[in-house]
């Protein structure tokens, strides 16, 4: 449509219209005499709205839903991470309460054999000296740690220091094949020196070839002069093998040791050492082995006898009869009769003859 002073006027007279009908219907109120047309035409275009609602609304709420799709993945990224971090503090809890364990049994290892000891734990495996079943831990100098001390925990001997710097030390562990310690067996004192062999058990030659030992026999370390590089009284481990005596002047046994080596974490580092001699007062008290179970069966009685009969004892009946005769014979025994014997089975067919 062209832009023309008649448009012009058809537009001006369309808006004056519209301000008059608007300007009657809210003069008029609850009575608007356009209130007719308005119904009319609710009734016309009512449907024609509900329609174009229905067609246009999966549009609008798929349009929605693409724009809080994005408010939606932010939400789960967040609760993604928050329950990351809920089960690293589970797992947290988790190892602190192995190292609270692991605590507790080495303080009361260190307080039965009254070993003064400064906790610490093993922050890196092997070291720079060469040797190749070391471990470091995190106490030095500073903590009052020197050069040949014993390393314990919970289960036993780990090993001794072999160097010290301010803040960390090297720990030999005794799997270590430069590692010696003197050993004493349990009851028998029976000294040798055991051998670190890596993953196998210790090798330890008792110094008495004709010494008895067996699998299972216990000892502790025999402890050093000025109680260094060892204590006495720290369990070692437990005789698993025997080699046969050679006739030699010693006698090779192999130990497991206590202390599992490849999961080390707390360790104790003796840096007083115990009044007196421990003994075995350290060891761990010994398993009770299991109860044997006895099963006994009983063979069912031959055919004729009654459960719970001694072979050859009269049945019930037998029995009976033969009380009644004895019972004949004793009231004729009273009354001055002589007691009626009975017939042998041949007479009575000589009689029946």
């Known amino acids: 449509m062209r832009d023309t002073r008649e448009s012009r006027l058809l537009l001006v007279l369309l808006i004056a219209i519209a301000f008059a009908l608007i300007t009657v219907d809210i003069r008029g109120g609850q009575e608007s005499p356009v209130d007719g047309a308005r119904q009319a035409a609710a009734a016309v275009f009512g449907p024609v709205e509900n329609g174009v609602a229905a067609a246009v609304d999966p549009i609008g709420n798929a349009i929605g839903a693409v724009r809080d799709s994005g408010e939606r993945h932010t939400r789960i990224a967040a609760l993604e991470r928050e329950n990351a971090a809920l089960k690293a503090k589970l797992g947290s809890d988790d190892r602190n309460r192995s190292r609270v364990r692991e605590l507790d049994t080495m303080l009361k290892t260190a307080g ?9 734990q093993v922050i890196a495996i092997g070291s720079a000296q060469g040797f190749s079943w070391t471990v470091t831990i995190d ?15 919970g289960a036993g001997l780990v090993g001794r220091v072999t160097t010290v710097g301010p803040s960390t030390a090297t720990v030999l562990l005794a799997s270590d094949p430069d590692f010696t310690v003197g050993t004493r067996m349990e009851k028998t004192d029976e000294l040798g020196f055991a051998t670190g062999q890596g993953n196998g058990p210790l090798l330890v030659q008792l110094l008495n070839g004709k010494a008895k030992v067996k699998p299972g026999d216990r000892m502790v370390t025999f402890g050093s002069h000025g109680s260094r590089p060892f204590v006495p009284g720290v369990p070692v481990g437990e005789v698993v093998r025997v080699d046969p005596p050679g006739g030699g002047l010693t006698r090779n046994v192999y130990v497991r040791p206590y202390v599992g080596f490849t999961k080390l974490d707390i360790v104790g580092v003796v840096v007083q050492a115990p ?3 421990p003994r075995d007062m350290v060891l761990p008290p010994k ?7 006895t099963v ?19 049945q019930d009946g037998q029995a009976q009869d033969g009380q009644a005769q004895d019972g004949q014979q ?7 009769q002589p007691p009626a014997q009975q017939p042998a089975d041949g007479q009575n067919q000589e009689q029946g003859d």
């Open 275 to 277: 009044r007196t001699d």
């Open 139 to 153: 106490a030095g100098a500073n903590d009052g740690i020197m050069r040949d001390m014993t390393v314990l925990n």
């Open 287 to 293: 398993a009770k082995p299991a109860p044997t179970v």
């Open 296 to 314: 006994t069966i009983t063979p069912p009685p031959p055919p004729g006898q009654q459960p719970g009969q001694a072979a050859g004892e009269p």
């Open 112 to 120: 039965a054999g009254q070993y003064g000891i400064k906790g610490a």
């Open 330 to 336: 004793q009231d004729q025994a009273q009354d001055g």
